[in-house]
């Protein structure tokens, strides 16, 4: 039930890099509102000032916004409205918020969201990848053994999975990817987002890292990585096929237990995980005789 006579809560989009890329609703509300509550006031300034936006400013950040959402929510149910809006894109995907939309909503004040850019769905929609169903996971783990834990557990997942990242993880992640997703699993990396240096390019989690690597441009600004989801009609195998098994065999000739299972997971696309096993068993019989 909505509380009457309260103000509005509003859910501001703002531009993930191009400033055009706000819209008339938005620079309505962002004018009208009481106050914007922004993630930085600092940030948005500019964006407010190309617009000649004077609404003044009060910061909702994720060090604040326990203590600040309560009493943002007494100010609307005052009668106020406030527009919250983030550093960029839209409000609560990977920004502050939540503490703030939840209370609002227990308490029955409206909130409206005035939809825009938002980098998740600006990467899916252009990225060549299977859109009818994705999972959004937004930023992966930082440490590496709790990130490859973590794609570990996404690997078998239909859907199309979307990242965040920094630019100097970017690389890193790609590295853990190729260690344990299938080498031909398709991957897109959406670099810039509406920017001068936009860039949206199509690999694989066998070869995007490398491609990250080649250009030292690839490992600067703000990225999406995209994932496709496992294929269906192909059942999670617990073995590995006859050819693989082949080719596992002669690399276990030459190289090391880990680099045989390493190379024989981006040649074939074996899951590295079940390489490794089967080429810990090989050279157990091997050893044995
Ligand atoms: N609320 C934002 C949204 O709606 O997309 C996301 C904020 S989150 C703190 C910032 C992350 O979003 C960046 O690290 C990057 O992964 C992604 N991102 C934001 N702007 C981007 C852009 N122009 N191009 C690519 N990725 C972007």
Do not use: W
Not at 20 to 26: E, V
Not at 79 to 107: K, M, Y
Not at 188 to 210: C, D, F, P
Not at 226 to 248: H, M, W
């Amino acid at each position: 039930m909505e509380t009457p006579d309260c103000g509005i809560l509003y859910l501001v989009a703002t531009p993930i890099g191009n400033l055009a890329d706000l819209s008339f609703r938005a620079l309505d509300v962002l004018r009208q509102a009481d106050c914007i509550a922004a993630e930085d006031t600092r940030h948005s300034r500019p964006l407010l000032e190309h617009y000649g936006i004077a609404t003044p400013l009060l910061p909702l950040h994720e060090h604040n916004e326990d203590r600040t959402a309560p009493r943002l929510v007494e100010r609307l149910l005052r009668g106020e409205t406030i527009a919250l809006i983030s550093d960029a894109g839209t409000p609560l995907i990977s920004d502050p918020g939540f503490p703030l939309v939840r209370l609002a909503r227990q308490q029955g004040i409206r909130v409206i969201p005035i939809p825009g850019a938002c980098a998740l769905v600006a990467a899916i929609s252009a990225s060549g990848l299977p859109t009818d169903r994705f999972s959004f996971e937004g930023f992966p783990p930082r440490t590496s053994s709790a990130r490859k834990s973590m794609l570990q557990s996404l690997a078998d997942d239909p859907r199309t999975l979307i990242f965040y990242e920094s630019s100097h993880r970017t690389l890193d992640f790609l590295k853990d990817l190729a260690e344990v997703f299938p080498a031909q699993r398709p991957v897109a990396i959406a670099r810039e987002l509406t920017k001068l240096y936009e860039t949206i390019v199509n690999s694989t989690a066998g070869e995007a890292a490398a491609l990250v690597a080649a250009g030292p441009h690839m490992q600067k600004g703000e990225f999406v990585i995209l994932i496709a989801g496992a294929d269906p009609a192909q059942a999670p195998r617990d073995s590995l096929t006859d050819e693989q098994q082949r080719v596992l065999g002669f690399l276990l000739e030459e190289c090391s237990v880990k680099t045989a299972a390493s190379l024989c997971a981006r040649i074939t696309g074996a899951r590295r995980e079940l390489a490794y096993q089967a080429a810990l068993q090989l050279k157990r019989e091997n050893d044995a005789g």
